[in-house]
């Protein structure tokens, strides 16, 4: 079977200053299509705006989130009146699965991981078979919806086809830079057991923690440096630290192999604190900067959000990383609708004073599968999906008028970035390859309106 696999573009404020990874979700489906003997192309308009011809696949499978999810429903327009069957994938349908599909042009919803399901419904279509035994899909029989049993998240990742990155013009996304390295992007595991409850990532994956073999991550990172000439890594898993053991075995083996890359990874506070073994390992292997959700100065606050770590942690995690020569990504939210200005301030200055090398502030969104959207139901001021990007107020405050936190939602990266010690560091940041660069910083505060 003939099958387009597309990525919906992305024109959020991050995507704008050149933070554009290929996607490999999609390109995992893609691989896994290929395996099963179909004829797959990949279309990502993150990096190319051309409109493919649609007419040409007999099957159209597209990912999306929240924030794209008109986007996605906009090709499966274009792809079903061309004459393809679509499907759409994702976290958004997963959990909207019904809304999708009241959408005339939407065939297909596959829920959670959609490798195995995309193969087992292109298999299907390809027979003329019916539907009804391929878990995790959901669709329209009559006008009445069916949604099969869920499917199970693949248990043994090494299993899997690497990703289709040859379906993908790799050139096309040297955009990002570590230490002057382009940076692409590895998945190592999949799972979360963390449950913070703005994030859809533990139903949608499980919390069941899945590793990957650090020989095959090994083998990734060689296939990304050597055959597509990247120097840095991007570790994309929600929490690259949650088995400190096995990050200290692929450590090694990045030193052992004598893999010269830079990289980082997400992670938490509390496994930074609790493993100083692991994070000297990580500094010496190439590790330059951690992602890590900081989020509040409040405590309150990270308890609302599952975070089970006190405020005063984050400086001394930061510390450690310092410490071995790594930088700190502090991720921040604002505009729980508890929060008052001065809790708002108080977070603002909160990062100030731990100076990490970067921040990203995010206003509290409450996206479709997550504790969140449940208990905020009733706060939710819209069903404008494009708005739920971390940039907009869509949440009802008991406090703040939406015009009030966009204000100190600019505030906040003004504050952080424009004092004088960080412009200097970002003018700088060209001749040290490190750090934000001034005119990214700039392009930054104009998509925000700060």
Not at 93 to 112: C, I, K, N, Q, S
Not at 167 to 194: F, H, N, Q
Not at 282 to 292: A, K, T
Not at 414 to 442: D, M, N, Q, Y
């Amino acid at each position: 079977m003939r099958v387009l696999i597309v990525n919906p573009g992305s024109d959020n404020a991050f995507a704008k200053v050149g933070f554009v990874m290929p996607p490999l979700g999609p390109a995992y489906v893609a691989a896994c299509l290929r395996k099963a003997g179909h004829d797959v192309s990949m279309h990502d308009f993150s990096v190319d705006s051309a409109t493919p011809d649609y007419g040409s696949f007999e099957l159209v499978g597209i990912s999306g989130d929240t924030s794209r999810h008109s986007k996605a429903l906009a090709i499966a327009k274009a792809a079903k009146g061309s004459g393809a069957r679509t499907i759409i994938g994702g976290p958004h349908v997963t959990f909207m699965d019904e809304d999708a599909l009241r959408e005339p042009y939407v065939d297909f919803v596959v829920r959670g991981e959609g490798e195995l399901t995309t193969v087992e419904l292109a298999d299907a279509l390809e027979r003329g078979g019916g539907f009804g035994h391929i878990k995790g899909l959901s669709y329209l029989d009559g006008g009445a919806l069916v949604r099969n049993p869920d499917r199970g998240p693949v248990t043994d990742l090494d299993s899997m086809p690497l990703p289709a990155r040859d379906l993908l013009d790799m050139s096309l996304y040297r955009r990002a830079e570590m230490a002057r390295r382009k940076l692409t992007s590895v998945i190592s595991s999949r799972g979360c057991p963390s449950a913070c409850s703005f994030c859809s990532s533990s139903r949608f994956s499980g919390r069941r923690w899945r590793p990957r073999s650090v020989e095959s991550l090994i083998s990734e990172i060689k296939l990304v440096t050597g055959e597509y000439g990247f120097g840095g890594v991007a570790f994309l898993d929600d929490n690259l630290t949650l088995d400190p053991e096995r990050v200290i075995e692929l450590s090694k083996a990045i030193l052992a192999e004598g893999l010269d890359i830079r990289w980082w990874c997400f992670s938490r506070v509390d496994s930074v604190v609790k493993n100083p073994e692991m994070v000297d390992w990580m500094g010496r292997s190439g590790c330059r900067y951690v992602f890590m959700g900081i989020e509040s100065a409040n405590q309150n606050s990270l308890d609302s959000y599952s975070k089970k770590y006190s405020a005063g942690q984050a400086e001394k995690a930061v510390g450690m990383l310092k410490g071995s020569g790594i930088e700190t990504l502090g991720a921040y939210i604002i505009g729980a609708p508890y929060e008052t200005r001065e809790m708002v301030e108080d977070t603002i200055r909160y990062a100030i004073n731990l100076d990490t090398g970067g921040v990203q502030f995010t206003l509290l969104t409450p996206y479709p599968g997550t504790e969140l959207f449940e208990r905020m139901e009733d706060r939710i001021t819209t069903r404008d999906w494009d708005l739920f990007d971390c940039t907009h107020p869509v949440i009802r405050s008991d406090h703040l008028s939406p015009e009030e936190l966009k204000a100190l939602f600019a505030k906040s990266y003004r504050s952080f970035f424009l004092r004088p010690k960080r412009v200097a560091v970002s003018l700088l940041s060209t001749i040290r390859g490190r750090g934000v660069r001034l005119k990214e910083i700039k392009g930054l505060l104009k998509e925000l309106g700060a």
